[in-house]
């Protein structure tokens, strides 16, 4: 900078030299030597520009430049004018690199760290310096280090004053905060509840103590001495239990007295000593109150213990306020999924726990433990056995009949076995009251062949039960119907066409014929297409009241087949049936007896495992009766058919070419009816549960085959329809040929010949 004082005496010097040379020399120049030169103003005045510009002289003056890091305070440098400072950190006018910050000096400027940071290693960025190394929260406080910063956060029991320090909290003054049941210490930083005699919280001081009774760890002094290891078991349990309800006493941690107890389990599953269901019920009872002793004292969130016959998995929460959220646990064959909520209950001491044990050979003991779901499954032949691992599953919530919400427990299969005809899952609990296990309460909520899902609304000791139905849909059972059925289908086509086009065989019993091939058409695609559609309750009924008419038809024409060839053996005369008559036997009488069906009993039409006819009831007897009535009929029909016609042919002067006919028409007629009629007789008790698997695959292959030995019966092996084949192969061929011919014909003909316009429209025509 240029004072004024110092500019002010340059500056009259300056004019006093110009007086004294005025006369003689200019402005800017000397008089020396006898003439007039140059005057250098910055030697002869070396501060006329101040301290921060740079002089430049010139011929006859000067000039003056601001140095680097100044600037000129006016645009018109004077000799009054300053250079003033430029802040580089305001203007932009500066390059800090990383998070360093700019610091203004004169002339120049800075980078340095921020308030807060330090120089990095490599000294060209600043990284967070923390200030919670050296005690600057003080005592009772926490520090927690923040970008360029920090904060002091008083401990868990204390609370920060006006001038920042921390103070303890005397939680006995708010109230009830150990509950009615406690007396409230106060400690620095802290409080413990100290329980009245017979309350207990469980070795959780801040927590509110409750209740506790030990009865339930009482020994039976009726027990057995196979129950020895188990009355033992109850004495430690009883002992550890007396032990919390005084505090005075010494007791366990919560994690050695889960080992006692799991090794005093394993001793009792190993020597198999759990062999009926009282003492079950005991083991089970025994290890649920063993766990909500236990679970609370244990001090791990989560606590996962395995013997050689137990796995358990226990998840502890500790905290004024309830837990919220979803808690999952996990044994080697189970998985066990409930809310905190659930857990909880209406009450919270300030704690909480839940617990999974799994039982590693139980399975074995218990395997004679079920029950009977249906009071005909043991003649039925229906078994049941454990196909999972026994689990327990507690939690501290003591209201556990009937939870707010159901809990979710996954199965490993012991066995893998998917679900089928013959096998079918369910969730079951060991109910204590019938010493038996039970499904109430407890759904299937999914299943496959490794694991089961089932959702429970209450909590005690579960398993998946594994029910084995007598197999009757085997893959080679269902593969027979299915190509036989096929196989009948078509051919019974093929009977249709012939029944109705072919001439020569046209008459009554053609007519009979036709009508039951029809029947049985129908009957059998209605069977192959919906005989399984039991998802559709509507649809799965009538597909069973079609299959009723349509068999129940078949059977009727039969009939109207063996009245027409006792008509035509025994009745020489009038041995035809009116058509109207036969459709009033043949599609009438079914028709009345399903619609009296139908109105009577309804629901029998549609079972859970095949859409026909339900056995409930005795529904099945609308089929089986009018069956039975017409097998005996043409039986009875049958049999004097055959003894007159052997009468017939033994006679004097019998007219051997009719008789013939007869015998093939009876023949033919038997057979159709022991093929049609027999396998019925036996295959309608084949929806019933106990039926022999010999009687099975017999039905199977003859009813599934019925199309293919019509066909066979009265078109292959009857000589008048052989021959209308053989006349109708013989037209196709010669057709063939003769379209051959003719084109062979006119290809030659037409390779010879011009092409020819069509004088109207102009295209070339062949």
């Not at 119907?481 to 008459?507: E, M």
């Not at 196709?732 to 429209?761: D, V």
Request: net charge negative.
């Amino acid at each position: 900078m240029v004072f004024p004082n110092m500019q002010l005496k340059w500056t009259l010097l300056l004019l006093g030299l110009f007086l004294v040379s005025s006369e003689s020399c200019e402005k800017g120049f000397d008089g020396k030597n006898g003439g007039c030169v140059d005057a250098d103003e910055c030697v002869t005045v070396p501060s006329v520009c101040g301290d921060h510009a740079r002089c430049f002289n010139t011929h006859g003056s000067y000039y003056c430049n601001c140095n680097t890091g100044f600037q000129a305070a006016t645009h018109n440098f004077t000799l009054e004018t300053q250079c003033l400072d430029i802040n580089e950190c305001v203007e932009g006018k500066y390059e800090c690199p990383g998070n360093t910050e700019c610091v203004n000096t004169l002339g120049s400027y800075n980078c340095s760290c921020p308030k807060g940071y330090k120089p990095s290693r490599l000294d060209t960025d600043c990284e967070d310096e923390d200030e919670c190394l050296s005690s600057v929260c003080g005592v009772h406080s926490s520090c927690f280090n923040t970008a360029g910063s920090f904060h002091c956060n008083c401990s868990p029991g204390f609370v920060k004053r006006e001038n920042s320090t921390c103070a303890d909290i005397n939680e006995c003054t708010v109230q009830h905060v150990c509950g009615t049941n406690a007396q409230c210490q106060n400690e620095e930083g802290s409080y413990r509840c100290v329980c009245n005699q017979g309350y207990s919280n469980y070795g959780n001081n801040q927590s509110k103590c409750i209740e506790m009774s030990c009865d339930h760890f009482k020994a039976e002094s009726d027990t057995e001495s196979a129950s020895v290891k188990l009355n033992d078991l109850l004495a430690l349990l009883r002992s550890s239990c007396e032990s919390l309800r005084n505090a005075n006493v010494s007791r366990k941690t919560g994690e050695q007295l889960l080992e006692n107890v799991f090794n005093s389990t394993d001793e009792l599953l190993s020597e198999g000593t759990i062999a009926d269901g009282e003492t079950l019920n005991q083991f089970l009872d025994a290890v649920e109150n063993s766990m909500r002793l236990i679970g609370p004292q244990l001090k791990q969130p989560v606590t996962r213990m395995e013997t050689h016959n137990t796995v358990a998995e226990v998840a502890v929460m500790r905290n004024q306020t309830p837990p919220s959220g979803r808690v999952n646990l996990s044994t080697d064959s189970a998985l066990f999924g409930a809310s905190w909520e659930t857990v909880v209950g209406e009450s919270y001491p300030g704690f909480a726990f839940a617990a999974l044990v799994s039982y590693k050979d139980l399975t074995s003991s218990s395997g004679l433990l079920h029950k009977r779901e249906r009071p005909d499954d043991e003649e039925r032949g229906v078994s049941y056995q454990l196909n999972s691992k026994v689990v327990t599953a507690v939690v501290s919530n003591a209201e556990t009949k009937q939870l707010s919400e159901p809990v979710m427990l996954i199965f490993t299969h012991e066995e893998e076995r998917a679900e089928s005809r013959g096998v079918s899952y369910s969730c079951v609990y060991w109910d204590a009251d019938e010493r038996v296990w039970s499904g109430r309460g407890c759904k299937k909520a999914e299943s496959n062949s490794t694991h089961t899902a089932c959702s429970c609304s209450h909590l005690s000791s579960f398993a998946v039960l594994m029910a084995l139905y007598p197999l009757q849909d085997s893959f080679e059972l269902v593969m027979i119907t299915r190509v036989g059925l096929v196989l009948s289908l078509v051919c019974l086509s093929l009977c249709i066409l012939t029944f109705k086009f072919c001439r020569s065989i046209q008459g009554t019993r053609t007519s009979i014929h036709l009508h039951l091939s029809i029947s049985l058409f129908i009957a059998d695609l209605v069977f192959l297409c919906g005989i399984s559609s039991t998802h559709n309750q509507v649809g799965c009924g009538i597909v069973a009241g079609l299959l009723h008419f349509f068999f129940l038809s078949a059977f009727c024409w039969m009939l109207l087949e063996g009245l027409q060839l006792y008509r035509m053996v025994v009745m020489v005369f009038h041995t035809t049936l009116k058509h109207l008559y036969m459709y009033l036997v043949g599609y009438g009488a079914p028709l009345v007896i399903v619609i009296i069906s139908a109105i009577t009993y309804p629901a029998g039409y549609g079972t859970k495992r095949h859409c026909w006819l339900s056995l409930d009831q005795n529904f099945m007897w609308s089929f089986l009766a009018p069956v039975c009535i017409i097998v005996i009929l043409n039986s009875f029909v049958f049999i004097i058919t055959v003894w007159k016609l052997a009468e017939k042919f033994s006679s004097l002067n019998p007219d051997l070419s009719k008789l013939r006919t007869i015998k093939g028409f009876t023949v033919t007629a038997v057979a159709q009816f022991c093929i049609l009629g027999g396998t019925w007789v036996f295959g309608s008790f084949l929806f019933y549960e106990k039926v022999t698997l010999f009687a099975l695959y017999l039905f199977t292959i003859f009813n599934s085959l019925q199309g293919a030995l019509i066909f066979i019966m009265h078109c292959l092996l009857s000589k008048p329809v052989r021959d209308e084949y053989y006349k109708l192969i013989s037209r196709i061929c010669s057709l063939q040929e003769r379209r051959y011919s003719e084109f062979s014909t006119n290809h030659s003909s037409n390779s010879r010949q011009p092409l020819r316009s069509n004088p109207t429209s102009g295209e070339s025509k062949i």
